[in-house]
């Protein structure tokens, strides 16, 4: 009973923590039937949205446990995570490049995220949601995980972007922003004291 009532509170928790409301789009195939905003301009800039905030020990303690659920792994004490997360979104600039540009895009983004963890103390992994754009692409990456509906119901709730990441220090510090181009951002973040 004790475990039921921990995950029904964590739920609670991280559905207060993270709500905002959602904007629905329709369903998308490799094919893109929806308009998506690949340019530079003012909806773009408005979708792109920044959260911090610090949780208690015990919330950082259930969440951390979570994630090792959700990411199959064991997170080891003392280490900040980094969740780069890929979704559907009605604005996407990366989107606007051809599939073999997005896969060396995406690679870079693997490597600038690896570098920068390594410089700090960070653990990152890559997640994609089912529908995200070239999840073909994902599939094919060892870096990325498929997204069981956690990340996407619990932690990344806006969906107007394709690209957010999420980051939690061990002292409950996090921050989560969704808009693409933000490793300078995650630097940012995971040098400030």
Avoid: W
């Avoid at 060892?142 to 806006?158: A, E, P, W």
Wanted: glycine share 4%; net charge positive; with cysteine.
């Amino acid at each position: 009973m004790n475990n039921y009532l921990k995950k029904i509170s964590f739920f609670l928790f991280v559905n207060t923590l993270f709500s905002c409301v959602t904007n629905k789009i329709t369903d998308i195939k490799p094919i893109i039937d929806i308009e998506v905003n690949t340019k530079l301009n003012p909806e773009l800039i408005k979708s792109r949205k920044a959260f911090s905030e610090k949780l208690t020990n015990p919330q950082y303690k259930l969440l951390k446990i979570n994630l090792e659920k959700e990411l199959n792994t064991k997170i080891p004490e003392g280490k900040t995570i980094l969740i780069n997360y890929r979704q559907k979104g009605r604005n996407c600039i990366s989107l606007s490049l051809n599939n073999s540009d997005f896969s060396k895009f995406t690679n870079r983004g693997i490597q600038i995220s690896s570098k920068i963890s390594a410089d700090n103390n960070t653990l990152d992994y890559f997640v994609y949601e089912e529908n995200a754009f070239y999840k073909n692409l994902y599939k094919k990456k060892q870096k990325f995980k498929l997204d069981s509906g956690f990340f996407y119901n619990n932690i990344f709730t806006l969906h107007e972007t394709c690209d957010a990441f999420f980051i939690i220090k061990s002292n409950g510090d996090f921050f989560k922003y969704y808009g693409g181009d933000y490793f300078s951002i995650v630097k940012t973040f995971l040098e400030k004291e």
